[in-house]
């Protein structure tokens, strides 16, 4: 497999939907951009006027006890004890501004095609989902009738 294939691959398996948005975390982000998590941090809230809410936010417990309900992340440890920033598509386009060394403006590339490969996936089978979507709604409707005949 081409080693391009293999790290958007790495790159769409740390890309989570919360708050109706896609985003990586703080930590995913710093391991594949080889710094510290702290290092990180600290750059963005010296930059924090380049991170308005729809660019960063920072989970609440709840998201977090969420995403270790759903195996996103292994445990709270996971995170260092610190609640995390989650970047947006233009929070992690914002991050190449600030963290400029050649690692992490190569894998910001690798990251920006990962997001429009997903646009592109998801734009491509729009008609797909609208039709899964009909047929599950269908199927619940058949359920409902079934449950209340067999009562």
């Known amino acids: 497999m081409d080693n391009n294939l293999i790290i958007l691959d790495n ?8 708050r109706n948005n896609q985003v ?11 710094i510290e998590t702290r290092a990180l941090k600290q750059a963005v809230n ?7 809410l729809d660019f960063m936010f920072i989970l609440t417990n709840e998201e977090i006890n969420y995403l270790v309900s759903q195996n996103v992340i292994p445990s709270k440890k996971y995170l260092g004890g610190a609640l995390p920033y989650a970047f947006t598509e233009q929070g992690i386009a914002n991050l190449a501004s ?10 910001n590339i690798q990251i920006m095609r990962t997001f429009v490969s997903i646009r592109r996936f998801l734009s491509n089978n729009a008609g ?10 269908h199927i619940s409707k058949y359920e409902k009738i079934t449950t209340k005949e067999a009562k």
């Open 98 to 107: 600030i963290i400029s060394n050649n690692k992490a403006i190569g894998i």
């Open 11 to 18: 790159i769409k398996n740390k890309i989570h939907t919360i």
């Open 46 to 52: 010296r930059n924090i006027k380049r991170f308005p």
């Open 128 to 137: 797909i989902f609208q039709r899964l979507k009909k047929l599950i709604k």
């Open 24 to 34: 990586m975390l703080d930590r995913d982000l710093s391991n594949l951009y080889n």
